[in-house]
């Protein structure tokens, strides 16, 4: 696979890519990456998902002399990677517990042989002294710490082995490091470095962007109910991924999804390894079903046409909101992060960092990282604007989510606040926000009546506002620091030492005004609004026929239909209607190899339907 090593590094690099990937040229700083880690240096590269990545170790690994060793945390998904490798030309193999003695005695030989390019590996099975000794004794090119967030003890992935990693520094000197991640704000990005020796490498920060992913986050309502008409509305027959916080719930979602209609599956770490590996592979390898899983599900994931990633709970992180949502659209093309949204869900993640056992400076960064992601939740301006200044990069209006497309109402909230506050403070700080609400309007409870609550002064004051949109303003007092709620049996609110001044009329509170949730409307018709307007029916004809046909070869190949073609290499076929295999040569994603492999059955499908 190696080149002519006279050549020059760049114009190697770019044969490859073109020749072995069928891509005519890097995004970003693909290209720069590739030709420091090819020319032997130590990098650590932030890149959002869809943007390249596997790109930036597998290229320099075809490049440098010998066996390119990448660390994987995903198992489960090494056999998909490897198939995709396999499909271009490329020489790749796992080395991980689910195969035999005998199949791992083979793919060493050819590691220590170097009759193979790239090789997966977990790190479990890299910490091993037979491991370590297979890699000492055979020529590496590159060692590629994929997932390299799951070092950060401060992060959402954290995995133990990965600390370890800092091994292959010290035994593998001479051998370029490279780390990659799609998540990591300036201390995880800190953290990494420090944890892998990495401290000298050089850092790639891409664009945390994602323009084609629209964000929208909505008031939790009836949770379930909501979900089914945003998918029946916006993503019918698309493939999608819904999160829940709980087994239990990832289990009542996917059957009442499937009992509307909908093909779901679930998936979570209580579930069978056979049956949950079984439901992955599906995900997989077919196309128009949801999976309904906890966050144990997705990292790595591939799938490029998941068109929606859901939220019926709030995550604890931005950082993990990011990642998760990434997930959708990775082939560029447009794609949905929706949300429903409580003020149940903010009670919760405050009493599990409460109740939960780590020490007091970990629950403080949890709190400042749940905050952070209630001000994304919350904010009056661009949800893209303030995700990404989260990771350090100003933006404008991006008119791409929610708040841009449809602009909150703001008003001047600071007399229903200080009501608010009041209230909270003449009930002694000790109940719950369903009986200060029931307080504020005037409610006529057997449990106010018991406390004599019905005698306040606050009594009654908030009656001119519906339950939904006190709690509205109770969710934003939460979000903007002013109530805090106590992990006791009662989820008591509390006020903090900013609700001083609101109090006492030094400072005013703008908020977000309550919109009463509307219906989404069903589309006119079934297809996803992005195959409608970029493709003219005869191309949209040929786009499905190209499907059809790659759905069947992929079932021959036994791997998923992304790794034969991705929808965006088949939309570009079904535009170009290339009549000979020089024309299709110069499709984007159409590899040598997949010319050899299908050139001559994609043009005769061409030629059938011109």
């Not at 698309?238 to 998936?267: Q, W």
């Amino acid at each position: 696979m190696n080149p002519d090593i006279g050549a020059d590094l760049g114009a190697r690099a770019l044969h490859v890519l073109e020749t072995v990937f069928g891509y005519p040229a890097f995004r970003g700083q693909q290209g720069e990456i590739v030709e420091h880690v090819a020319s032997g240096g130590d990098a650590l590269v932030l890149m959002p998902t869809g943007g390249g990545k596997s790109l930036c170790y597998q290229i320099p690994a075809l490049l440098r002399d010998g066996v390119g060793v990448v660390v994987s945390p995903l198992i489960a998904l090494m056999q998909d990677q490897v198939d995709a490798l396999e499909e271009v030309g490329v020489r790749a193999a796992f080395l991980n517990s689910t195969q035999s003695f005998e199949e791992a005695m083979r793919i060493e030989r050819l590691v220590r042989s170097g009759e193979i390019d790239l090789v997966y590996v977990a790190p479990e099975r890299l910490m091993t002294p037979r491991c370590l000794e297979l890699f000492e004794s055979s020529r590496i090119s590159l060692f590629a710490i994929d997932e390299a967030h799951c070092v950060s003890q401060w992060g959402h992935d954290f995995r133990p082995e990965y600390i370890r990693l800092s091994i292959l520094h010290e035994r593998f000197p001479n051998v370029p490091r490279i780390a990659l991640t799609a998540t990591a704000d300036q201390q995880t990005r800190a953290e990494i470095a420090h944890r892998l020796q990495l401290e000298d490498a050089r850092q790639f920060v891409s664009s945390f962007d994602r323009p084609n992913i629209r964000y929208s986050i909505v008031e939790k309502t009836t949770g379930r109910k909501q979900l089914i008409d945003f998918i029946s509305s916006e993503h019918p027959q698309d493939s999608g991924i819904v999160y829940c916080l709980s087994r239990k719930k990832v289990e009542e979602t996917a059957d009442f999804l499937n009992e509307h209609g909908i093909r779901a599956m679930a998936y979570h770490a209580g579930m069978e390894h056979t049956v949950r590996a079984a439901n992955q592979a599906r995900f997989l390898r077919e196309e128009n079903i949801v999976m309904v899983a906890t966050i144990a599900f997705g990292m790595g994931i591939d799938k490029p046409d998941v068109r929606f990633v859901c939220h019926l709970d709030l995550p604890k992180s931005i950082e993990g909101y990011y990642q998760e949502t990434g997930r959708a659209g990775r082939d560029g093309l447009p794609a949905s992060a929706w949300m429903a949204y409580g003020l149940q869900d903010v009670v919760l993640q405050r009493r599990m960092i409460d109740e939960s056992e780590a020490d007091e400076t970990f629950k403080r960064v949890l709190s400042m990282k749940l905050d952070a992601m209630l001000g994304l939740c919350e904010t009056l301006s661009c949800r893209r604007m303030r995700l990404l200044d989260y990771f350090g990069e100003r933006s404008g209006p991006c008119g791409n989510c929610d708040t841009c497309l449809v602009p909150p109402v703001s008003f001047d909230g600071t007399v229903p606040v200080q009501k608010l506050l009041s209230a909270i403070y003449r009930v002694d700080q000790r109940f719950a926000g369903g009986h200060v609400i029931d307080v504020l309007r005037g409610a006529q409870t057997e449990r106010i009546s018991q406390w004599h609550h019905d005698k306040l002064t606050v009594y009654g004051v908030g009656a001119d506002r519906s339950e939904q949109e006190w709690r509205a303003i109770l969710r934003q007092a939460i979000a903007l620091g002013l109530v805090t709620v106590d992990h006791d049996a009662f989820s008591s609110l509390k006020l903090t030492d900013l609700a001083r001044p609101v109090l006492k009329g030094e400072q005013k509170v703008q908020l977000r005004q309550y919109q009463k949730p509307v219906k989404a409307k069903r589309p006119s018709t079934s297809r996803s609004s992005y195959e409608e307007t970029e493709l003219s029916r005869d191309e949209q004809a040929i786009f499905d026929r190209l499907r059809s046909w790659r759905m069947g070869t992929a079932r021959e190949h036994g791997v998923p239909a992304y790794v034969v073609f991705q929808d965006a290499t088949l939309r570009e076929i079904a535009k170009v209607k290339p009549s000979s295999i020089d024309q299709l040569r110069g499709v984007s994603g159409v590899g040598e190899k997949k010319l050899v492999s299908y050139g001559d059955e994609i043009v005769a499908i061409i030629n059938e339907m011109s």
